[in-house]
């Protein structure tokens, strides 16, 4: 199920102006694995800003961005025709019927940012998904993404008086608020309001994200067939702690 900030076009185009480019140190750290890789799947890709920074960055082997919301890859579809764009998801393949599904043993590289992997909210949802990228990984391949640490609570900062502004279209003052709503287990709900000057309140939704802790990533990794080859907590390469904010994962085929 696509978020529907994420489905709607709106909410699309406000995308990259709360992630833009260099925002945050993640940016520069996947960019440059991508361009250590020939070929790259990018699963929720989003807009595809990643991909899109490669190529400008002079990357000339395969880039495909999988996300199952459209009015996402229309804003990437819009900036770069170089770059491979599927709407779709990995257990379904693409949406259309027609595209082809990614080839097993296809890719260098298989990376999720953004948070994307706490989308996967059960240890089966989350099985079959990484089964499905251990499948698609070249043999030497591997999977980096990243999930917040649980340890580190950062879903108490999700409440009402933390509002992000930044500038928008055409200059406009944009707003984003995240309010908790509940915490069960390691699942996590909330809601989140986005408004941009001139218009007021633009996109809303509810979402709940899963905050597995490093031993139940591990654990399902190996259940997939991947081996975990390195925990970091930080963007630097610094070793995983109680207190890091992030669970930063390398794995490759098992």
């Known amino acids: 199920m696509v978020d529907r900030h994420f489905s709607l076009p709106s909410m699309a185009e406000l995308y990259d102006h709360f992630h833009f ?16 890789a020939r070929s790259v799947l990018d699963v929720g890709c989003g807009t595809g800003l990643l991909l899109r920074k490669a190529r400008e960055h002079g990357h000339t082997g395969r880039l495909v961005g999988l996300d199952p919301a459209d009015a996402m890859l229309a804003v990437g579809r819009r900036d770069r025709d170089d770059v491979e764009w599927s709407l779709g998801d990995l257990i379904e393949g693409p949406y259309d019927g027609e595209a082809p599904r ?8 298989v990376v999720m940012t953004g948070h ?22 070249a043999p030497e391949g591997r999977l980096i993404f990243e999930t917040r640490n649980p340890a580190a609570r950062g879903w108490e900062a999700w409440n009402p008086e933390r509002v992000r502004t930044v500038r928008g279209p055409e200059g406009r003052s944009a707003t984003s608020v995240h309010r908790l709503e509940r915490v069960e287990g390691d699942l996590v709900t909330f809601t989140s309001t986005y408004t941009l000057e001139g218009w007021g309140e633009i996109g809303s939704s509810r979402s709940t994200l899963r905050f597995p802790d490093a031993g139940t990533v591990r654990s399902l990794l190996g259940e997939a067939g991947l081996r975990t080859t390195a925990l970091y907590g930080y963007w630097d390469r610094s070793p995983l702690t109680d207190t890091s904010e ?3 994962v390398f794995a490759r085929p098992a």
């Open 102 to 109: 990614p080839e097993e043993g296809g890719f260098d590289l």
């Open 116 to 137: 994307a992997f706490q989308v996967f909210l059960t240890d089966e949802e989350t099985r079959r998904n990484l089964s499905r990228v251990r499948r698609l990984l």
């Open 246 to 248: 992030e669970i930063i």
């Open 21 to 36: 480019w260099g925002c945050s140190p993640d940016d520069d750290f996947y960019l440059e694995a991508v361009m250590e």
